[in-house]
C-alpha cells in the first residue's frame, strides 16, 4: 500500500498553460516537502511545508499543505519547459524519516 | 566541492563481483542516508545514520553494507548482488536528527547495473 499517492504520475501540456500536481494520503505528517528531479540527477529540495493550511510560493510554483497535513498541492502558472523533470512529495513521519511519493512526470511542451 | 557528492556515477558489476559506493557531504550535516530509486517505484530508504550510528536498516538484505567512518562520509559495499539490484542508488544528507528539520539534501546518485 501507497502511502503517499501522488497524482497524476504523468503530465504532458504546453508551454504556457497551467497545472497542479497532488499529493495525498490518509496518514498526518508533521512535515511535507517537494522535491524535483532531473534526467541523472538526484532529487532537489524545492520547499518545505509545516502548518496545516500553509501556502508557500516559489516563483510561479505555489505549495499548499492541507488543513489536516494529510495532503499537498504544487500549482504552477504559466508553465515553462525548464519545468519539465519528476516531481517528488515527500511526507516526515519522525526520527528524520522522510516516505516519498512514487512522482509526477512533468512534460512542458514547447 | 560543494553539497553532496557521490562516485562513482555510473557502475556496471556481475553478480560476484564485490564494489563500493561513495557519498561525501560538504554540507556540515550529522545525518546521512542512502536510498535506492527503481523505475516506478518510490524512493526507498535503505539506512540511516546519525552522527556516524546507524539508526534505520529498513530490512535491506545483507549484501548490501554500510559505513560511516564519519559525519561527512557514507559508503555502501555491494557483493553478490542480484539483477533486480539494479537501480540507482543515491545518498542524502541533513542537518541535524533530532529535530523538525527535515530537509535532506541529495547526491547525483551511482546508476547500478548489475549483469
Known amino acids: 500500500t501507497q502511502l503517499l499517492e501522488q497524482s497524476p504520475q504523468f503530465l504532458s501540456i504546453q508551454e504556457g498553460e497551467n497545472l497542479t500536481v497532488y499529493c495525498n494520503s490518509s496518514s498526518v505528517f508533521s512535515s511535507l516537502q517537494w522535491y524535483r528531479q532531473e534526467p541523472g540527477e538526484g532529487p532537489v529540495l524545492l520547499v518545505t511545508v509545516v502548518t496545516g493550511g500553509e501556502v508557500k510560493k516559489l516563483k510561479r510554483l505555489t505549495f499548499q499543505f492541507g488543513d489536516a497535513r494529510k495532503d499537498s498541492s504544487l500549482h504552477i502558472t504559466a508553465a515553462q519547459t525548464g519545468d519539465t523533470g519528476l516531481y517528488l512529495c515527500a511526507g516526515g513521519l519522525g526520527a528524520q524519516k522522510l516516505v516519498f511519493g512514487q512522482g509526477t512526470r512533468l512534460t512542458i511542451n514547447p | 566541492e560543494t553539497g553532496v557528492t557521490q562516485t562513482p556515477r555510473h557502475l556496471v558489476m556481475g553478480m560476484t563481483n564485490k564494489k563500493s559506493l561513495k557519498c561525501e557531504q560538504h554540507?556540515?550535516?550529522?545525518?546521512m542516508y542512502w536510498y535506492k530509486q527503481s523505475a516506478k517505484k518510490p524512493l526507498e530508504l535503505m539506512f540511516v545514520y546519525n552522527f556516524k550510528e546507524q539508526t534505520e536498516n529498513n530490512s535491506v538484505p545483507s549484501r548490501f553494507s554500510p559505513e560511516c567512518p564519519n559525519s561527512s562520509h557514507l559508503f555502501l559495499h555491494l557483493h553478490t548482488l542480484q539483477p533486480e539490484d539494479s537501480a540507482l542508488y543515491l545518498c542524502?544528507?541533513?542537518?541535524?536528527?533530532?529535530?523538525?528539520?527535515?530537509?535532506?539534501?541529495f547526491g547525483p546518485g551511482t546508476r547500478l547495473t548489475v549483469t
Open positions: 542524502a544528507s541533513s542537518p541535524m536528527f533530532d529535530t523538525d528539520n527535515y530537509e535532506q539534501y
Open positions: 554540507l556540515g550535516h550529522n545525518a
